[in-house]
């Protein structure tokens, strides 16, 4: 058995899509135009290459883009000041400050921050609490992109066992928290799990987000179950060339999985277009108008 190959890339194109229509709509009927602003402090070049994804992907929405570059010597008091100015801005409707940022600066009083009802990233303790209580929130994007996904092979995930390999704030425990909320038997692993292959090979549903190139191999996969890569992991190769690898190794697990994310194509372009997707519903929240269901 050959998984099916869950297409990120089409069905973030489809999301995308969607969200344009509703922001022709916005614009036609309220004159309203969502606007992000996208923070980058430094230069790394990693950093670099989502950000200006980022503001494509914004541009291509119909959506207003507010690019701020800020030099790596910045300091922390310049990037709160910023921040306070793009809270107060009524034109900004959604606030994303690319991570990681230089040493000097603390990213969680960065976020903290942020205007809650602004924090597209869904990273403010404010978000957190709210998603761990099951209330309305701005959701983390590349966790809401993952269930999405896993909900192109599921009409219901609800008595599902599901294993979540990692346990980090942007995408573990948010993921975990989503997949409760689907009714899902929910299991977090971690670097100090016991025998972890035994208890990846019990899960429906395996979403591997460790940062760990190629660690789940094939033979730790239940025979048919969803596998939802979230690593993006850069390695050499045997040849000598560089390339881009998930946390599971694919060659494998494809041969036993009933459905899977490629790395690159799964979870990344969906992380984009749910960030779009956080915004509209941003702009919505701030306007008072009920959001589009999408």
Known sequence: MRAHIIDGKALAADLRASIAEAVRALRREHAVVPGIAVV????DPASSV???????????????????????????AELL????SLNADPSVNGILVQLPLPRQIDAQKVIAAIDPEKDVDGFHPINVGRLASGLPSLIPCTPMGCVRLARTVH??????????????NIV???????????NATVTIAHSKTRDLPALCRRADILVAAIG??????????????????????????????????????YAE????????????????????????????RATCAQKGLTAPTI
């Open 40 to 43: 980058l402090v430094g230069d």
């Open 50 to 76: 989502y950000v200006r994804a980022k503001s494509k992907a914004v541009g291509e929405a119909g959506m207003k883009a507010v690019d701020r570059r800020l030099p790596a010597s910045t300091s922390e």
């Open 81 to 84: 000041a910023l921040i306070a």
């Open 155 to 168: 009409a219901s995930i609800a008595g599902m066992d599901a294993v979540v390999i990692g346990r980090s």
């Open 172 to 182: 573990g425990k948010p993921v975990a928290q989503l997949l409760l909320a689907e």
């Open 212 to 249: 760990r190139p190629e660690m789940v191999r094939g033979e730790w996969i239940k025979p048919g179950a969803t596998v939802i890569d979230v690593g993006i992991n850069r390695i050499i190769d045997a040849s000598g060339k560089p390339r881009i690898v998930g946390d599971v190794a």
């Open 253 to 280: 697990a494809v041969q036993c999985a009933g459905a899977i994310t490629p790395v690159p194509g799964g979870v990344g372009p969906m992380t984009i277009a749910c960030l779009l997707l956080n915004t509209l």
